[in-house]
Structures are given as structure tokens and as C-alpha cells.
């Protein structure tokens, strides 16, 4: 019986292309990267040789190893005009920012000034002072100061004003700057009580504290909730150009909010008030909020809250 040679059932790896080597039908080598299969007998003849080989699988391009590109943590990687490059991490606050096409990713400062969130508080008991040491010394990088206040009222039934005091001090030594006024004015407005539409201007110092909400206009009990927006003005005492210098501390309140008149009924009252502070030499480093005589309530339903902000100046 005749026997017929129909040659190799399956590739037959050879592993690295070597000259030495006969390589016979079907077998298959590595040359540079890419894989060839012998399509007739041969001895010393390189792959490329298409008599002899063909390719079954040509090399690619060589990529970029990350694992050694990449080498401190915060690293990332991006694609430069040649391959794939790090862009090494950035200082704290940097912001990542593109150059555009045809041009490299790179870190900078946030530019332009704006408001930004700082923190949020909320009055969880009764106090008779909330205070909020260290707002401003832990926030150097900010002149301006937004203060917004939600929901705060006393727990008296009673007439009371509502107050706010610079306060000084490393952390652990804070005092009140309370008393230490060039100029406090406020200025209050009533709505709604026929008779009683006129402002009302009064010294804030002799109230023992910078007074921005007068719950007594209306001459009755109040125990409504009120709102205002405090703007606390360079309490580091620093220049333009962040240099130290003997200035006084300005500040600035909004306020409005709601009160009983003598038990008949809610009336809406506005204000204003402003002044600034004496202690030329003295840094504030945080804020209080307190009434007179009494205690600022801590409702379950209606909890006050206060939000602080930085204006940046770049």
C-alpha cells in the first residue's frame, strides 16, 4: 500500500530562529519580534526570505512600560508628542490645567478670586455664647469674610438683642474682643406694625457688644427665627501685599428676620449695621454669637446653623 506524505497536522513551534537549524515545512519561528512559518525546507535562510518563510504575526510597536513611568503616588500620565510621559504630582490646592492641542497637561494655581466654602456649624444645645475660635487664624489665605447665619434666635420670651464679638488668642487662649470699638451703628427697620415703620439708629458699643439684630422693636415677645449675612473685613491686619500692618478691623451685617408684636401677630423687621474695631494691633482670630442676657435656642425643628466663606483675592 502506497503511503502518501500530507506533511505536519499542526504548527510545530521551534522557538527563536536559528541558522543552524533545518527548518522543515510548517514549522514556525521568532525573528525580531514576529513569527514566520517555513513553507520549504531550509538551512541558514533568514525568515524574511519569502521563498522559504512567511509571516503568520509581525511585531507591533513598542509601548511604554507605566509600571516604571509611573513612580511616586500622585503621578499621572498623559501622551506627549513621542509616547506616554509623567506629569509628576503638583503642590497642595494646584489645579490640573491643558495647554491645549498640541501642548502638555501641566499643574497651576487656581486662578481669579472668588467665594469659597470654609465650614458649616450648628447650634446642637442652648448657649449663651456660640463661638467659633481660630475661623480666621486657620484661614490666613483669606482677607474677606462671609458669614452666614440661619435660624438664630433666644430662648427668652422676653425683649433681648443678638450681638456678635471679634475674639483673639492662639488656639486654647482665645478672649473676646468685646468692648474694644472705634464705631458700631446699627440701624433697624420694622414692617407690618402700623405706627412703627421708622429706623431706629443706636451705638452698638453701649450695648457691651456689636448688636446687628434688636429683637425688641416691635416692644414684644420674640421668639422667631432671624437671618444675616455677617462681612468681616481684614481681620489679619495685613496689606495688599500680605505684609502686617497696624489697621482696624472693619465689619458689616445684614440681617432681617421675623418677631411678635405684643402677642397679636408676626411682623417682619430689617437692619443694618456696621463699625469697625479699635485694637489696631490686635489680630482676630475667630467670632462669637451671642443675645444679651439670655440664650440662643438650639430648636429641634428649625436648628440654627451658621456657613462660613473666604473671599480669595486670586
Excluded at 506629569?87 to 498640541?102: C, D, K, P
Excluded at 422676653?158 to 478672649?175: H, K, N, Q, V
Excluded at 462669637?288 to 480669595?312: E, K, T, W, Y
Amino acid at each position: 500500500m502506497a503511503t502518501v506524505n500530507i506533511g505536519s497536522l499542526k504548527f510545530n513551534w521551534k522557538g527563536a530562529y536559528n541558522g543552524s537549524t533545518a527548518y522543515a515545512i510548517d514549522d514556525v519561528t521568532e525573528y525580531n519580534g514576529s513569527s514566520y512559518i517555513c513553507i520549504l525546507a531550509s538551512t541558514g535562510n533568514l525568515p524574511t526570505n519569502t521563498t522559504y518563510f512567511q509571516p503568520m504575526a509581525t511585531k507591533g510597536t513598542d509601548g511604554t512600560d507605566v509600571g516604571t513611568t509611573l513612580t511616586t503616588q500622585g503621578d499621572l500620565l498623559y501622551r506627549d508628542g513621542s509616547g506616554l510621559q509623567r506629569l509628576g504630582a503638583g503642590t497642595s490646592g494646584q489645579v490640573l490645567q491643558t495647554g491645549g492641542s498640541g501642548a502638555n497637561p501641566s499643574w497651576t494655581n487656581q486662578a481669579g478670586g472668588g467665594l469659597r466654602f470654609i465650614s458649616k456649624h450648628n447650634l446642637t444645645s442652648d448657649s449663651s455664647e456660640w463661638i467659633f475660635d481660630q475661623i480666621f487664624a486657620n484661614n490666613t489665605s483669606y482677607n474677606i469674610f462671609k458669614i452666614y447665619i440661619y435660624n438664630l434666635t433666644h430662648t427668652s420670651t422676653s425683649d433681648d438683642d443678638i450681638c456678635a464679638d471679634l475674639r483673639r488668642g492662639s488656639s486654647g487662649s482665645e478672649s473676646s474682643m468685646r468692648g474694644s470699638y472705634a464705631l458700631m451703628y446699627h440701624r433697624d427697620r420694622r414692617h407690618g406694625n402700623a405706627g412703627a415703620n421708622n429706623y431706629l439708629a443706636t451705638d452698638s458699643a453701649g450695648h457691651g457688644g456689636f448688636r446687628f439684630q434688636h429683637s425688641g422693636i416691635d416692644g414684644g415677645a420674640d421668639n422667631k427665627s432671624h437671618y444675616a449675612l455677617l462681612t468681616i473685613f481684614n481681620p489679619h491686619k495685613k496689606d495688599g501685599n500680605g505684609n502686617q500692618v497696624n489697621m482696624k478691623t472693619m465689619m458689616h451685617v445684614m440681617t432681617m428676620g421675623m418677631t411678635n408684636s405684643n402677642g397679636s401677630g408676626s411682623h417682619f423687621y430689617s437692619g443694618e449695621a456696621w463699625g469697625m474695631y479699635d485694637n489696631d494691633d490686635q489680630v482676630a482670630t475667630g467670632f462669637s454669637l451671642r443675645p444679651s442676657s439670655n440664650q440662643l435656642r438650639a430648636s429641634s425643628s428649625n436648628q440654627p446653623m451658621v456657613l462660613v466663606f473666604g473671599i480669595s483675592e486670586s
